[in-house]
Each structure stands twice: as C-alpha cells, then as structure tokens.
DNA sequence: GTAAGATACTCTCATGTGAGACTAAATTCA
DNA sequence: TGAATTTAGTCTCACATGAGAGTATCTTAC
C-alpha cells in the first residue's frame, strides 16, 4: 500500500472511517436480533454481556469495560433493575459502588441470545477459512493495545 | 476459535463488540486532530473526505457513501455550504438533488487535514508489518461485503 | 399527456447521549 | 484524627441524531 502522504487520503483504506462505517453496520444488523425480540437497548444488551461473560460488577467497571459514559451506564442499570434483569448488592469494600449481576431472569434472557449471537457471527465470517479469522483476531487485538496505549 | 453455540460468549471475541469499541476509539482519538483546530464535526469531515477523494456528489450519494442519515447530510451540508467550504450547483438532471463540490477553500482546508491523518494511521499500524495490515484490509472488506449482501 | 407513485431534500419533533454540577463516600495528607 | 481531595454515581441541561411529515421534482403507467 502506497500512501502519499502529502495530498492523497484513501478513505477506503483508512480506519478511523472505514472501520466506523463496518462496526456501524455490524451493531446495527446484529442489534435487530435483540432490539425488538428481548427489548433491550445497545447499552443494556451490552451491561448485560458484560455481567454474563465477568460476573459481578460496578457501574464504573461496566463504564470502563463497555466504553460507555457514565450517564448511559446509570440510566441502562437503572432499567435492568426496575426490569429485574439486574440485581444490586451492597460492596463491602465501597459503599458509593454497589456490586451488580445477572438475576435469574437476567441469566435466562442472556442464554437465550447466545446462541443467536453465535449463529450470526458464524453467518458473518462464513467466508473467511479459521486461519484468517484467527490472524484477523490477532491484528485487532494489536490495534486495540496501540489505542490504549496512547489514552 | 472453538465456540459453544448454547451458552458461552466471549466478547472479545465477539465482532458486534469489539469491532465497535476499536472503531469508536479510532474515531474519537483521530477526530481531536481536526475537531478544534479545524472546528469540523464528524459529519463534516466525513462529507469533505468524500468529496476530495471521489468528487462531485449530491446528498443521497452522500448518505449512502458515508452511511450517514439524511438528516445528518443535510445539516452538515447547510453548515459548510455557509461557512464557503463546499459549493452547490445546480443539477441538470434532477432539480432536487444539487451537484455538491469542495471549494477552493474546502481543497485547501483538506489538504492541511490529508498529511495529519496519514501520519496518525501510520503511528496506529506502526506494530504491523505491511503484510498483516494489507491482510487485514482485505478480511475487513470480505467482512463489509458480507454486510452490504445482507441489507 | 396526465394522474399516481417514487425520490431528494428540508424541517419538526422525540429521544439518547455526554458534559458538568451535585451528593455521598472513600482516600490522602498533615 | 480532621481537612482537603478524589471518586462513584445521579441528575440536569444542551446538543446531535433519526423518524416521519411535508414540499418539490422526477418517473411510471395508462
């Protein structure tokens, strides 16, 4: 790949747009699954994977794992609760910060989109062989690590 | 990637996530670079880029270029088209839909932006050699090929 | 050629988001 | 300890977004 770096910018081959653009579609496309089926919002479908995949959180560690802001953190956890998705307990070590997991309720509505979710991913990579998956994988990590690294 | 269909989701691995949190990264990161010291929004910015790389276009072919909503287009339009960076002419095949084109001013506004992002794409793939990114450049266009066949 | 439908764009309105003030709790430091 | 600072979370407000109505223009079908 040849970039002039003077005058030229292909936005085909540039991330910041082209990635935004396919993440964009990706959410999207995969969001219908769960938007309307389990009435679930992004940050409540993504609070509650989060919940599933790491067990018991806080608000702040959801805001940090998620890359959601805090405002969006509180109102999805304050539905989840009022919905019983959710449950609250008090921490120990930090009384500002309550400790929240999947209720029961919550824990069957995840393991009902797992599935779905696998499924559609499957769908998604069907062209690609494990190989280029798993290299693929691998480079976004690194991309992700270069992005930490310079916050 | 072994994946249990029935119970387990590992978001990192999984792309509806992941991918939007690096693309949202990226987009925040690279958009300090011309947001204050050019005082373009993302809409903006995106409409200039498409201009300067593929020329004369109208809003609809903006809209689905950029996958930006009509709204958003027209906004984003009216603000440059005040602030003389863009120009509309008018279109000799369909009176609604006008021609719109960089200024002199826009050319120059991007050229001044072109080199930033170059250099700030450079620093993020500055881990990867040229063959894993040309690599990942086409699993990721595999990836959006697959998205837009779904639509 | 005209009526009916489709399309490009603008505008209005409802909604979600993020910045920042605020409160309560924890930590730091003297 | 006690005072000053930091931190977690909620709330308010300003703003950007997207859905849908409205208008002008173009296309299709009879």
């Known amino acids: 790949m040849t970039t002039d770096n003077q005058t030229t910018l292909d936005l085909k081959q540039f991330l910041p747009y082209s990635l935004t653009n396919i993440a964009m579609q990706m959410s999207e496309q995969f969001s219908e699954l769960y938007q309307q089926q389990f009435d679930l919002t992004v940050p409540q ?12 959180r806080t608000a702040k560690e959801l805001c940090d794992m998620a890359q959601m802001d805090k405002s969006t953190v509180s109102r999805a956890v304050k539905s989840l609760l009022t919905r019983n998705l959710i449950i609250a307990k008090e921490n120990p070590e930090d009384k500002r910060a309550n400790l929240l997991s999947l209720s029961v309720e919550g824990n069957r509505l995840h393991e009902q989109i797992v599935p779905l979710a696998n499924e559609w991913q499957a769908g998604l990579v069907s062209d690609l062989d494990s190989q280029e998956l798993k290299q693929f994988m691998n480079t976004l990590s690194k991309l992700s690590n270069h992005l930490n690294k310079s916050v």
Chains 1, 2 share one sequence.
């Open 45 to 56: 479908w993504r609070i509650i994977a989060n919940l599933a995949q790491y067990g018991e």
